[in-house]
């Protein structure tokens, strides 16, 4: 450019270019020009839906340049009123670079990229219009389209200043422009001067202004006409871009403000203020000019803060305009429609009147035609006439909550595709289509997640490499793609691709390349390529290349190791593509003999995408004939072909497989391959894991239909399959188990029903089935399959029974908790279109297509018919499926009929007609007849029946005179389908195509409605769900929607005294053992608050009223939105002489947050439990005492401390009947934990005990102080005592104190964090919190609850906070402290609605502000401490949780599946408190599982430091674990057994003993260390006795055990394995033992039979019968010399029946000689007790095995000690009670005796001296001596104690 001169002063850019010829420049889609009167000249009008899509570009090619140098660009235009417009400016820089500066209407915040400016452009409005005068006060100008009144603009962008201050760059040169619709434009024009437009050439003049001075007036062909007399300013705007005067940089292009007056500057900028950080600039100058026109004001002070939660825009497209999912009735600013479930509404911010402008940012869709309103589409466009804003003195009232609805979750998978699921990178989630709604599925926790802006069915998705982006594309003839944030549920960006049926998404690992694939016009192939680089960061999404080909192509994706590169499959074809150059080639791959196959999918092996090398990229494809193809990519060639062939059933079973060539293939559909295995689905039903070679399936699920996607996550654990009949679920690899996600119908739903009290939703569907749901779960509970199509479907209002109407008009009753139908009708000839129960149950109608009604006895179980009347309903099936209306009261039925034109009110018991109402008549003006579609009783008001009509209206009949009450016009764009009325009848539901609107139904309001919008399908049904906490629509899925409408009078705050009779008439209906949830009011009732008390809440008067009243109240519990309800007050006694005298105990203050109902105080509890028998709770973590028959003798008495004959030694296992009886403190070393009634403090790192002694009954909980000084336990009384409670030192191991309160077993134990208090709890026999002085352990304060409690623990913060939770839900505690006195007031909520009807099972503190609960469900609930509110839900397990433990942000969770899991929950901080569980999902939370591990039994205590990498954890299998996550370890710490152990054993050599229990386990442990060496496992077979084999030796040392199903098994110990089986009984086998030298083993069977068994082959030797009849108790050998008994042998033997009779042999068994030496029959009287008899028991004294010591039931008590040689009884030693089990001391003349009740006795046989030991809490069964005599092993149960024997 050689001069810039001529540029000077300006340069017309229209003239330059010569516009009208368009050589130098281009337009595109709809331009054209016309004559502006106001203008009086020709102008320019762009016009178009799509801005990008109609423009004018000066120059014509982007390889040339305007070459305008001029600072300042002058554009002369309007926009178009209710449109959007863009204009971008080509700007280049000194150093040649481009730079794009856009400003638009669109834009709702500026964004700033190195090579772009984005600016919003607010418009101006006409003078002395609400527009103008608004904008005017607010700074501002109006947000999104422009105004009706806009007008002819004047915008100067001062160029050189943008660029240097926005991207510090020195202007060049203006390249071009391109003017966008929706605009008319007069021209554009560049200068170097600064023109003011509303100066003429003559006031310039006077003015002085001159050119030299840069400035001037406006040139005369570029400025506005102004008349005479006249003002420019009040004609036209002038905006200067940057304002005048404004030292800081404008975010947005608008009109100048006008000077502020004196008095207002402070006031310009303060509303703004008020306004979230989150919420855009847009949205802020909104708010803004709304506040401007109202009068500010204080608000009063317990007002809810008017600025509401805003949720974050759903939808932001690459021309920036947000759609959202809801409409407004009366709404005259509308900029477009849905893309959440939210809705957004703004209030004035405090300090502003609240009687403001109510608006809704609705901005305009880019796709809708002018003028279209469709609530087919997620689109609406403006309406063309201006907002209508009230005065500050007007009130605007509307529908409230804003929005009242909220999509909660929906149930269905698929709609245009089942092809599509993908995991996230986490493996945490699947994202599904559902029809028009993408949906994030948390496995864990089953929480949905919804990304919603999709206008029809979405038919491809696809994730970036780590799911941070998301791309989903719709069906249609203009296939929409659309860019998601997935983590924060953003659309990025939408744009328009040119074709139809878009089929295949596919994003490059690092989300820069999006590659779709769908048919053009002429139903050709086309892909195209785009450069998504810059979509997170705002940028525009642009083509990097298409192709048009006549390749099939079934699926295209992105290489992972280059996105440049693509792979795509199809009919005979496998192709390569590669972008370059912005041209896209291809190329196919040599197929060969295999060129004519269709081919289903491609996958690349995983873990080679950070690899860019070719050489060692693989690719794998599927094919429908049941080849795999494996393809080296950088070769183009094929290495391997494989063809998969289905299993078959041949020789025994056998499966086989087809040969290469034989057969058909499987027909594989996809293909996903990890590094170790891939994943294949096909049509026969099957998800397959095959190795990577294809040699055999590892690993197969079989499916209910063709497996149509199937997809490895990341970690390849998991791999998700969909299948073509609407099922989702995973596989878990490591687990082999298998999880349904979602089961869906495939067709259009067309009906439904509700069953409120067990939340159940059966529905009817086109596809022939009827399914049952879980409404809370999701879970499908039952399929009933037909050949006929159902129709309409109606559940009885309190039984488990549904009716479902077909098409052949056939009416069937089915059962659900049997499964079964119980009846069947045929009096209907055409399709049933109505089905209903009468509310009381007695009744049941329905209604066919021809006319016919028929009434049921719904009483009766096969429903008989009553009366079938014809021609009495409209004809056709436009009514279905809830053509018929029951009113509340069960008297009254209506429907339309029998013309269209009548609504007939019928007797519900006769079906007699009492009014004919004709819809036709009643609006008289219509042109044409009106129809009546629905009706609909109102609840609260059966006068009242809703007709919905073909003219769009809904009419108010009175049911009484058939007059018309009320009408409602156009009440949807479309026929309304459905309607229904809350119980209270202060909402009105509606469906019309696919929209839902709630409406106000007295009408009252301004804004009587809201629209929401999600369906893509015509919704056939919806209606409130009976608890009206929740609103279901069906069609072409079903939606579960929140219904979040405030309670009746819940805005009122009513100070009276609740008086009963207001609400209950007759107290005798009330059901005292009920208390009734807010989900399972059904009557109508209104929902109402308690009311608050003027006052505290007296002293109350323990009466039988007082038990009726609470049940009253209990009835009337209520959700309210106030965080407390206090106690309502009933009138005190007073000095009422007759009042209860006791003395005062500590109330329990409980304030009712959910449906639970009040507990005044702890009189009342009392009452109510004395009432009816405590139920033990459905749950295992709460404690139940292992039942025994035993009763502690009291009488015995323990020796003083160190004198005892024996000291406990060691306890040998844990008691896994307890909860949470272990304690481990790191820090300190402390290491304890319980086993029967003793607790054991272990130290680790020596492995020695310490035994802490002084409870006589099952130890149920400990608890430790936080120094580690004091534990304390706790364990049930005895004789009907009250639980004891025993504070021991730890330092030296004495009893410091001990308390008893709880009259049944202690659940809970926990000290304070600073050590002060004690909280103990009662079991679910006496649901008692007690709290005590930890330092005089004096009573404190004690409160009774209604339920049961599992588990407290305090906050780890404050003192004085705790909290408990059990059946009723969780109780937040609170200590106060008034001097010596101390309040225990507590609050209770119920378990949130999202987890069902739970116990809450356990509970720990996070942080200082949250509290975890855990279900036993396997939820684990979070609430925030200071609103106790539960704001976030997850499934952390499928089955109970017992055990929450956490530390930071580690969350562990330990549950009756064996399951131990770890979680990271360091997003639970990140959650707003305000938040419910069901909004968690969606703001993006993530609780991940960090880690598993599975245990040997459930898990019953835990603790660990205070990182959570390493801790201890006890099971019910009787071990405690040492778990350590860092390397995912666990060691057994302490092993016992679960169930009761029968006999304990040492081997000869003592270094070795042996158990065995009736869980069919035999366990060698090691002697001194007790530590387990290896644990032999028989499964379902009780051991009942062991033995060990004489030699001493490891190598040769055995064990013997006998089973239940008479086996022996021998068992070696070295090597660890069973060496032989042996069968020599039919019977239980009851005692065994190695003959003296371990020749042979004798056993004896239950049945009295002894067998002499070889051990060397296992032959059977001889049978011994003389005992047959009686089971055997015990067999004994031993060494001895039988000469001098004159019998051959060198040992003898002895055999004990349950008779009382005794056999001694004399056997030489290498001789095979075996003689009857002794027999010995005792005398005993008839046995009388309930039980067994005492068992007989016989053994040889150690000493001289002459003597045989016998003891059993006979005349005495005694042990007798028989003298084989004299052959009489030489002495007698009297007992107190009956022996169970003794044993005989080798080293000194000691008798251990047990005993039922729990004593063992230590006898000296030489002076009958005794000592009494009361260490075990149940009977002893086994006791006995090591071979020296200097140890004693005593059982009782499964308690193992270890002795060191002392002598007396």
């Known amino acids: 450019m050689a001069s810039k001169g001529w540029q000077h002063p300006y340069v017309n850019i229209f003239k330059h270019v010569r516009l009208e010829d368009w050589k130098k420049s281009a337009k595109e889609g709809d331009v054209s020009t016309y004559s502006n009167k106001m203008l009086k000249c020709s102008v320019f009008q762009i016009r178009g839906p799509v801005p990008a899509n109609s423009y004018i570009l000066v120059p014509k090619n982007s390889n040339q340049s305007l070459g305008l140098t001029g600072r300042y660009f002058y554009l002369l235009f309007r926009p178009t009123p209710g449109k959007y417009f863009v204009v971008h400016l080509d700007v280049c820089a000194e150093e040649d670079q481009v730079v794009r500066i ?88 560049t200068s170097d001067l600064l023109l003011d437009p509303g100066v003429s050439f003559s006031e310039a003049k006077l003015k002085g202004l001159a050119s030299s001075q840069g400035t001037g007036p406006m040139p005369r062909d570029m400025s506005f006409p102004v008349p005479k007399g006249g003002s420019w300013h009040d004609l036209y705007d002038y905006i200067r871009f940057p304002s005048e005067g404004t030292k800081l940089p404008f975010d947005s292009i608008q009109k100048d403000s006008p000077k502020p007056e004196a008095g207002c500057v402070s006031n310009q900028r303060s509303p703004v203020k008020e306004v979230p950080s989150c919420v855009s600039k847009p949205v802020q100058d909104r708010v803004s000019l709304i506040q401007q026109i109202t009068t500010p004001k ?71 035609k002018l003028g279209e309103e469709n609530e087919d589409e997620v689109v609406c466009t403006p309406v063309p006439h201006p907002v209508h804003l009230l005065s500050s003195k007007e009130t605007r009232q509307q529908l409230l909550p804003d929005p009242i609805l909220r999509l909660n979750r929906i149930i269905g998978f698929g709609g245009a595709t089942t092809k599509c699921a993908l995991w996230t990178k986490s493996g945490d989630a699947v994202v599904y289509p559902c029809h028009a709604i993408i949906v994030s599925l948390k496995i864990s926790s089953r929480q949905q997640r919804f990304f919603i802006g999709h206008t029809d069915k979405i038919s491809a998705l696809a994730f970036n490499g780590n799911t941070t982006l998301l791309a989903s594309a719709q069906t249609g003839n203009h296939s929409v793609v659309r860019v998601w944030n997935y983590h924060k549920g953003h659309c990025l960006a939408m744009f328009r691709i040119h074709a139809h049926s878009l089929s295949s998404l596919s994003f490059s690992y690092g989300g820069g390349i999006l590659c779709g694939v769908g048919k053009d016009s002429h139903s050709k192939t086309m892909v195209v390529v785009w450069n998504t680089l810059n979509v997170n960061k705002g940028g525009e999404v642009t083509i990097l290349a298409k192709a048009h080909t006549d390749v099939d192509i079934h699926t295209m994706k ?115 391959v990890c590094s170790s295995f891939c994943a294949t689905g096909s049509e026969d039903g099957f998800l397959r894991l095959w190795p990577l070679d294809f040699s055999a399936v590892f690993l197969e699920a079989e499916h209910e239909g063709p497996v149509s996607l199937v997809s490895v996550s ?116 055409g ?56 009113s509340s009261d069960s008297r009254c039925l209506a429907f339309v009929g029998p013309s269209e034109f009548i609504v007939t009110v019928a007797d519900s018991r006769s079906l007699d007609e009492l009014l004919h109402v004709d819809v036709s008549i009643l609006d008289v003006d219509s042109s044409r007849l009106d ?86 399908q015509p919704i056939r049904q919806v209606s409130f769900t009976p608890d009206q906490l929740g609103v279901v629509s069906v069609g072409d899925a079903i939606f579960l929607w929140d219904f979040l409408a405030h309670p009746v009078d819940s805005l009122t705050d009513s100070r009276s005294p609740l008086r009963l009779r207001d609400y209950i008439s007759d107290p005798k209906s009330v059901q005292p053992d009920a208390e009734l949830s807010g989900a399972q009011l059904s009557s109508g009732m209104p929902r109402r608050p308690v009311p608050l008390p003027s006052s505290s809440p007296p002293q109350l008067k323990v009466s039988a009223l ?107 296992g844990y008691n896994g009947n307890g909860r949470g009886n272990m304690v481990w403190s790191p820090d300190q070393g402390l290491f304890a934990y319980s086993c029967g009634c003793v607790v054991v403090v272990e130290y680790l790192h020596t492995g020695s005990q310490r035994h802490l002694q002084g409870h ?456 095979d000689t075996c003689d009857l030496l002794d027999w010995l029959t005792f005398p005993a009287p008839a046995y009388v007790g309930d039980d067994s008899p005492p068992p007989s028991l016989a053994a040889f004294c150690p000493a001289d095995p002459s003597l045989v010591v016998y003891t059993g039931y006979g005349v005495e008590r005694e042990l007798s000690f028989y003298s084989l040689a004299k052959k009489q009884i030489i002495k007698k030693i009297a007992l107190p009670h009956w022996a169970t089990c003794f044993s005989l001391c080798c080293k000194s003349p000691l008798i251990a005796v047990g005993s039922k009740e729990g004593v063992l006795k230590l006898i000296k046989s030489t002076s009958g001296r005794f000592q009494d030991f009361m260490q075990h809490s149940d009977s002893l069964q086994t006791c006995h001596f090591s071979p020296s005599g200097t140890l004693l092993f005593t059982v009782a149960y499964n308690e193992i104690l270890l002795w060191e024997v002392q002598g007396f």
Not at 631 to 640: A, F, H, K, P, T
Not at 979 to 986: M, N, T, Y
Not at 998 to 1004: G, K, R, S
């Open 1256 to 1711: 006589s009954e099952e130890i149920s909980c400990l608890a430790v102080t936080n120094d580690a000084q004091t534990v304390a336990s706790a364990s049930g009384g005895s004789h009907g005592n009250r639980s004891l409670i025993c504070i021991w030192d730890v330092h030296n191991g004495t009893c410091r104190n001990t308390i008893s309160h709880h009259r049944g077993a202690v659940q809970s134990l926990a000290f304070s964090r600073d050590d002060r208090f004690l909280l103990s709890a009662g079991d679910f026999s006496d649901p008692e919190v007690a709290l005590w002085s930890s330092k005089t352990f004096q009573l404190l304060s004690s409160v009774s609850v209604s339920g049961p409690i599992h588990d407290a623990a305090f906050s780890p913060s404050a003192a004085s906070q705790l909290a408990c939770v059990g059946s009723q839900g969780v109780y937040f505690c609170l200590i106060h402290m008034h001097g010596l006195d101390v309040d225990l007031k507590v609050q209770r909520v119920r378990a949130p609605a999202e987890v069902g009807d739970v116990e809450l099972t356990a509970l720990c503190y996070h942080m200082d502000s949250f509290l975890f609960t855990a279900t036993n469900r396997g939820h684990v609930c979070v609430w925030d401490v200071n609103t106790q509110h539960c704001f976030m839900t997850w499934e952390a397990d499928e089955g109970e949780i017992g055990v929450l433990l956490c530390r930071g942000n580690r969350l562990l969770t330990g549950s009756n599946t064996r399951w131990l899991r770890l979680w990271e929950v360091e997003a639970v901080q990140g959650v707003k408190p305000q938040e419910k569980a069901c909004n968690v999902e969606n703001s993006g939370t993530t609780v991940l599982l960090e880690q598993e591990m599975m245990l040997d039994g459930t898990t019953v205590s835990a603790a660990f430091d205070i990182t959570v990498d390493m801790g201890i954890v006890g099971t019910t299998a009787g071990t405690l674990w040492y778990i350590n996550w860092s390397d995912n370890s666990s060691i057994r710490l302490v092993s016992g057994h679960k169930t009761k152990v029968i006999d304990v054993v040492f081997s000869s050599d003592e270094r070795h003993f042996a158990t065995c229990s009736e869980d069919g386990s035999v366990r060698v442990w090691s002697t001194p260390s007790n530590e387990l060496v290896v644990q032999f496992q028989v499964l379902n077979q009780a051991c009942g006795c062991v033995c060990w084999s004489p030699s001493s030796r490891k190598d040769s040392a055995y064990v013997a055990a006998g089973y239940s199903d008479g086996t022996l098994r021998i068992f070696q110990l070295a090597s660890s394995e069973m060496e032989m089986k042996l069968h020599p009984h039919h019977v239980a086998v009851t005692a065994v033992q190695y003959s003296a030298n371990g020749h042979v083993i004798l056993s004896a069977g239950k049945n009295g039979l002894v067998a002499v068994s070889s051990p060397v082959n296992g032959a059977t030797i001889r049978v011994i019968r003389d005992h047959k009849g009686a089971p055997i108790t015990t067999i004994q050998c031993v060494n001895e010399q039988c000469k001098k008994f004159g019998l051959e042998g060198n040992e003898v033997w002895l055999a004990a029946s349950a008779d009382r009779r005794v056999s001694v042999w004399a056997a030489d068994w290498l001789k």
């Open 714 to 829: 990341s970690d390849s654990l998991q791999v998700v399959a969909g299948t073509s009949t609407g099922n989702l679920g995973f596989l878990d690899v490591s687990s082999r188990g298998y999880n349904t996600l979602m089961r869906s119908h495939t067709d259009t739903v067309l009906g439904f029903s509700v069953d409120g009290v067990r939340r159940h939703l059966t529905t009817a569907s086109s596809d022939g089935t009827v399914r049952i749901w879980n409404m809370d779960s999701l879970h499908q509970l039952y399929d009933f399959v037909s050949e006929d199509s159902p129709c309409s479907v109606a559940f009885h209002p309190s039984e488990q029974i549904f009716s479902c109407g077909f098409s052949s008009g056939i009416v069937r009753i089915f059962d659900i908790s049997s499964a079964k139908m119980l009846a069947e009708h045929r009096q209907h000839r």
């Open 831 to 886: 399709e049933v279109v109505g089905l209903a129960f009468s509310p009381d149950g007695e009744f049941m109608y329905s209604a066919d297509s021809q006319g016919s009604l028929a009434l049921y006895n719904a009483s009766d179980e096969d429903h008989n018919v009553i009366r079938v009347v014809c021609n009495v309903v409209a004809r056709g099936t436009e009514r279905a499926p809830d053509a018929l209306t029951v």
């Open 1106 to 1212: 007082d038990q009726v009243d609470q049940e009253i109240l209990g009835s009337l519990s209520i959700c309210d939105d106030t965080p407390t309800i206090p106690t309502v007050p009933v009138p005190a006694t007073g000095s009422d002489p007759s009042s209860d005298s006791r003395p005062a105990v500590s109330f329990l203050k409980v304030t009712q947050l959910d449906s639970s109902s009040p507990m005044n105080t702890a009189h009342m509890d009392i009452v109510a439990l004395k009432g009816k028998k405590p139920v033990r709770p459905d749950c295992y973590r709460h404690f139940i005492p292992r039942f025994k028959t035993s009763t502690l003798d009291q009488a015995a008495k323990a020796p003083q401390p160190g004198e005892g004959c024996i000291k406990l030694k060691a306890v040998i």
């Open 931 to 1016: 129809s009546a579609l629905k009706v609909c009783f109102s609840p609260a008001s059966t006068e009242h029946l809703l007709v919905a009509t073909s003219a769009n209206k809904i009419l108010w009949v009175s049911t009484k005179t058939g007059r018309l009450l009320r009408e409602l016009s156009k009440a949807h764009k479309h026929q309304c389908s459905s309607l229904a009325v809350s119980e209270d009848s202060r909402f009105l539901l509606t469906a019309g195509h696919n929209a839902v609107k709630v409406w106000d139904y007295n009408m009252q309001l301004d804004v009587n409605s809201q629209m929401f919008i999600g369906h893509s």
């Open 558 to 672: 992105v290489a992972p190791f280059d996105e440049t590169r693509m792979v795509s499959c199809g009919r005979d074809n496998i192709r390569l593509w590669r972008v370059r150059n912005g041209t896209l080639r291809s190329c196919p791959v040599n197929l060969g003999e295999y060129h004519s196959m269709d081919f289903t999918d491609v996958s690349f092996e995983e873990g080679n995408s950070s690899n860019p090398c070719l050489d060692d990229q693989t690719l794998f494809a599927s094919s429908r004939s049941g080849y795999i193809f494996e393809i080296d990519y950088s070769r183009v060639v094929i290495r391997n072909v494989r063809r998969l062939l289905p299993a078959q059933q041949q020789h025994a079973n056998r499966r086989e497989k087809w040969t290469f060539n034989t057969g058909p293939g499987i027909a594989i559909n996809s293909i996903s």
């Open 102 to 189: 856009s400003f638009s209407n669109m834009l709702k915040e500026f964004k700033s990229t190195s090579t772009w400016l984005q600016f919003p452009f607010l418009c101006g409005a006409a003078k002395d219009s609400v527009y103008e005068s608004t904008s005017k006060s607010a700074r501002h100008g109006l947000v999104g389209p422009a105004p009706t009144s806009v007008r002819w603009t004047c915008l100067m962008l001062d160029l050189q200043y943008t660029l240097s201050f926005y991207l510090n760059r020195c202007y060049s040169h203006l390249k071009s422009v391109k003017l966008c619709a929706n605009m008319s434009v007069k021209n554009m024009f």
């Open 298 to 368: 204080s608000f009063p002070r317990n007002r809810i803060p008017l600025v509401t939660n805003i949720p974050e825009l759903g939808v932001v497209s690459t021309h920036h305009k947000d759609d959202w999912l809801c409409h407004n009735d009366d709404q005259h600013l509308q900029e477009s429609a849905c893309s959440t479930s939210h809705r957004l509404t703004f209030r004035p911010p405090c300090g502003t009147d609240d009687r403001g402008v109510h608006v809704y940012m609705q901005p305009e869709h880019g796709f809708c």
